[in-house]
């Protein structure tokens, strides 16, 4: 059955509709029809026209309702209640009137009634009568007076009459459904929605009206500026509840909906609500308001002016944040909800100072940006990265063009407090690129510069900075000149103690001062040249040899110690007092250490490691997109917390140096970032130019120093670890132990990173004496296996041919390359392999070969004593013909654990030196063995 | 647990003299439980108690033929103390011994403990080179000497504690004095038949005092 409520509802809005449909024709269209003749007619025209299309909506919609209304009607059994558009559709019926009531106060404050009316006055003077009448008809008491009261009044009259049948009507009908039916809950929802619309509707023509009436007031200067937009309402006038402000200064104080105005004379200071934050103070008469470049207070009379305007701004932030008015309007709630303290938005300063015309687009929190955002200067610098208290801080790219071409300068850093801080990538228009670590903005500790390659004097500098100058130790490389200088500098000079190699390999160490060198402590390179001028003949002259009884064999060259310094000579090495291995690099450890005592605070990981992007394309893409797509550490499995969670857990042996392997291979973690850098400055050293056989001791020593350190950085790390798990600290430990582990473990995970260069190093240094080592070999392997094995003296009876039965010739022409292969293939492996200690394993495991070999041509197990090794040995070494033999064993004794010293693997490595050294000199008289042999 | 002290030793001497021979009896007479790694008999270690300390002696032999002399430098350098074995049957061993002894004072390390070890004294019937001789020739280089038998184990032991004791000298100045006049009181109240056992006491007993 249909309630007589939904009846009366049917037939409001049949009235309704009707009311629509006269209001139109009588009131829209007509005014529509107004020739648009100024600015401001213009403007009401196009007000009137959106009022309009919702009074189109708002009729559409009442019709449809009145539709549905009748259905069920008609039909009470078979359509439902819940059928109603005005119960399912609620909301959309509701939205409708909201537009409505928007478009009509639009108009409202902006007097567009007036302002079309005005044109044919004549025209409404003749209808005032006929609207007088529709009005009394809809139950208004009948206007006298102008036409535009009229028009406003019949154009808001119809809707709240009909807004409040709804209601209640609404109630009505909810009161003849019994409880707990569903249609119940449908019926009251609607009527709360339109008591809701009820008070919206009085609080927007209140605002509305308030607004109107605020534009007479002010001059119409002011009027022009701030009656845009439209839909600017008045929410709060200092006129009504009077406030002071200070330090700024203001007569009056304008709440709008999207802006807060002090006005002061003809001066008007705006303020987006958007970027307001209400600070209330403590005094209870004060209100701070934050903005971007303003920070203001104000003072009410009384602390309820004061609650007034701190609640009216509040809400008027929040709303203008949102986007929206509140609906259902909030009433006097104790606790309105507060505005988020950070937000997002665009804001161009406009202030005198460093951030003057800059726009910055991104995070803000209580006036300043904060998080990430962009920030563009009219120049065309932008910053784009993350901000702190309105500072940059933390990641940051940062571009500034190049005044005279279409380049830029781009430095991609980690910022502290507004400056560069840590480590950063800056490329330059010019080409150049500085990669390294920053303080103050400056270039400060390591860092590597690099000229453009097309700059008219190519150079690179690996090394330390302060303060944006080269000063300390460094690598500067002349690229024109083909100079290396290694060694001191000071205030973007060459200053100190340095070593200079240039292109043709000479090399000299001297003093240098603001870039010049003062004094050649040693011409070397004279002397040197000298020297190897000088050799051939010192070495023809006959040496006394130290064994006169020897005479059966011609005195040999070189026989006897030669003289001390003669020997050292080509071998002197360069720079090892001058540049202390401890301090050498503490740049490169410096951060390191910083971060360490700082317990490792992960926000501070990434300005130490340097961030972490895929590929040097991708960093060239952030440059052009103005962004870089990091992988952020948090994300990432390196986080520092992780890796200090993982850190303890390996300690056993053999976890340990799986873990350094894991660690030091791994650019994200410190450990393998350390040795990256350290690898970036071995390079810049000793590549190129730099591969002088003078500079070996230098390498060598830096090496060594490079493993000490990254085990005193594990310990460092390993402490820190300890700490954040409260566990006990490790006793630092004694030199010998640290000693052993360097050795042990460290040396040989590190060797392989800078092999090639140091390799190199010991070639060069070794190169005299490892063609001559060759020539050896050449002339050996011409020997057959048994000829060699005689000639070498070696007893007969140890000659693994047994079990061959051959002929002389047979022996002379077939056995070639067989004895002693087991032993031979083995001492071939020593070149697999870049640790020291496993090539002496694999010295030993050579030795065991032949011992073995030994013991089977013997039957019987046979201690070989140096008079029959030694001779086996060479013959193992000539036929192995392992290259610069000489350089790899000088390697393995630089680089070997100490404690091994006078112990087996010392003597191994002896007896390989020695048959090196015999093979070597044996040269001179291998070359009348032709003759000694074809006597035979 | 007593300090280890690693004493490098070399072997000098011509071949066959019986250089690895001594080396073996001195390393194979003393049952060792810890095996330390060799090489043949080219490199052998022992651990023997000196005094207040362990002293490890790690032998390095080197090959005694003439051709390869000159790569001696290698072996000794480093060195502690230096054996130079010749052979009382062959005078040119002696000689030999004598090039050795010079080479190590103009070219070895500084301090060097010399010990000349005259060996075969078990066939002293075909001796060609005489105690006397040896004798005066080590007093005058300062240099410890003794015959031995590797074939007989003589005087072996006694061969290596007198390098310990004498190295353990070597390294506190104050007793080489003290050491050296007691030597030379020695020789003078008994000139020819000091037994190197009855030196060897008072060297140890010199140790003991200090």
Known sequence: MCSSEEASLLRLEEVFSAALAHINSLVLQPLLLTEPSDAWTRECLQLLQQLHQSSQRLWKVTEESRHSL????????????????????????????????????????????????????????????????????????????????????????????????????????????????????????????????????SQALDEAMATEALWPTLSSRLRDELCNPADRRLLQDSRDIPVTVSPLRADRVLLFRDSLVLLQGHHVHTFDLKLVWVDPGQDRDTLHVLTPEEEFSFCAKNPQGQVAWQRKVTQAVRQALCG???????????????????????????????????????????????????????????????????????????????????????????????????????????????????????RHGFGVFESARTASQPCKYTGHWELGQRSGYGIGEDRDRGEHYIGMWQADQRHGLGVLVTQAGVCYQSCFQADKMVALSVPLCLFLLLLELLRPALSAS???????????????????????????????QLGLGAFPVESRWRGVYGP?????????????????????????????????????????????????????????????????????????????HPLGKLLRTLMLTFQATYSGVGANKHLQGLAQEEVKQHARELWAAYRGLLQVALQRRGQAL????????????????????????????????????????????????????????????????????LWPLKDLTLTTNQRDSLVRDKCFLSAIECLQKMITTVD????????????????????????????????????????????????????????????????????????????????????????????????????? | MMAIRELKVCLLGDTGVGKSSIVCRFVQDHFDHNI???????????????????????????????????????????????????????????????????????????NIVMAIAGNKCDLSDIREVPLKDAKEYAEFIGAIVVETSAKNAINIEELFQGISYKGLLARRPQLVALSLTMLCCCSLTNPSEVESRFLLHHLFSVCKIC
């Open chain 1, 592 to 668: 390191f250490w910083d971060f360490v005592q700082a317990g490792c605070p992960g926000d501070q990981q990434e300005a130490l490691l340097g961030f972490h992007v895929q590929s040097s394309k991708e960093l060239r893409k952030s440059q052009e997109y103005l962004c870089c797509e990091r992988t952020p550490p948090e994300d990432s499995t390196d986080s520092i917390a992780d890796l200090l969670e993982q850190l303890p857990q390996h300690r056993e042996p053999g976890a340990l140096q799986q873990y350094l392997k894991k660690a030091l291979s791994n650019s994200l």
């Open chain 1, 542 to 572: 006959p040496n006394p040899s130290p064994f006169p009884g020897s005479s059966v064999r011609p005195p040999r060259a070189q026989a006897g110690p030669c003289p001390p310094q003669f020997h050292l000579c080509p071998h002197r």
């Open chain 1, 730 to 797: 490790e006793e630092d430990e004694d030199a010998e132990t640290r000693d052993l582990q360097v050795h042990r473990l460290v040396l040989p995970l590190l060797l392989p990173s800078f092999y090639p260069e140091l390799f190199t190093l010991y070639l060069l240094l070794h190169e005299r004496e490892d063609s001559l080592y060759s020539q050896g070999i050449t002339c050996l392997s011409l020997f057959p296996d048994t000829r060699l094995l005689e000639f070498l003296d070696v007893q007969k009876h």
């Open chain 1, 836 to 936: 020291p200690r496993e090539k002496l394993e694999v010295l030993e495991r050579t030795y065991r070969e032949i011992e073995a070999t030994v013991s089977r041509v013997l039957g019987q197990e046979h201690k070989l004593p140096m008079d029959d090794l030694l001779p086996l040995l060479i013959y193992v070494v000539s036929r192995a013909r392992i290259q610069h033999l000489g350089a790899e064993i000088h390697l393995i004794r630089d680089m070997m654990d100490p404690t091994h010293t006078g112990g087996l693997y010392d003597f191994l490595l002896t007896a390989l030196e020695s048959c090196y050294e015999h093979i070597r000199k044996e040269d001179m008289q291998l070359h009348r063995v032709p003759s000694r042999w074809t006597a035979w």
């Open chain 2, 36 to 110: 330390s790694p060799t090489i043949g008999a080219s490199f052998m270690t022992k651990t023997v108690p000196c005094g207040n300390e362990l002293h490890k002696f790690l032998i390095w032999d080197t090959a005694g033929q003439e051709r390869f002399h000159s790569l001696a430098p290698m072996y000794y350098r480093g060195s502690a103390a230096a054996v130079i074995v010749y052979d009382i049957t062959k005078q040119d061993s002696f000689h030999t011994l004598k090039k050795w002894v010079k080479e190590l004072k103009e070219h070895g390390p500084e």
């Open chain 1, 70 to 201: 009748r259905e069920r009607l008609h039909h009470p059994d078979s359509v439902g209640l819940e059928s109603l558009l005005l119960l399912h559709g609620a909301e959309r019926v509701l939205q409708v009137h909201i537009e409505y009531i928007e478009s009509y106060t639009n108009c409202m404050v902006a007097r567009a009634f007036q302002g079309a009316a005005k044109q044919r006055s004549a025209h409404w003077r003749d209808q005032r009568k006929v609207l007088q009448q529709f009005l009394w008809a809809m139950g208004s008491v009948s206007l006298e007076g102008a036409v535009g009261p009229v028009l406003v009044q019949s154009l808001r009259q119809p809707l709240t009459h009909h807004v409040q049948q709804y209601v209640f009507l609404l109630l009505s009908l909810g009161d003849t459904i019994r409880e707990n039916h569903p249609t119940r809950k449908l019926v009251v929802h609607a009527a709360t929605l339109f008591g809701n619309l009820q008070s919206f509707m």
């Open chain 1, 324 to 442: 929206k008015k509140d609906f259902p309007v909030m009433g006097a709630d104790p606790e309105p909800p507060e505005p988020p303290a950070c937000r997002c938005e665009a804001y161009t300063f406009q202030v005198e100072g460093r951030l003057c015309q800059a726009t910055y687009e991104g995070e803000w929190c209580w006036g300043r940006p904060h998080g990430k955002g962009t920030l563009k200067w009219p120049d065309g610098r932008s910053h784009v990265g993350n901000f702190s208290q309105g500072l940059e801080h933390g990641f940051g790219i940062c571009l500034v063009p190049q005044a005279a071409e279409d380049k830029f300068d781009c430095y991609k850093c980690h910022w502290r407090e507004g400056s560069m801080c840590g480590y950063g990538i800056c490329e330059y228009g010019t080409g150049d690129v500085y990669k390294g670590y920053f303080q103050e903005g400056l």
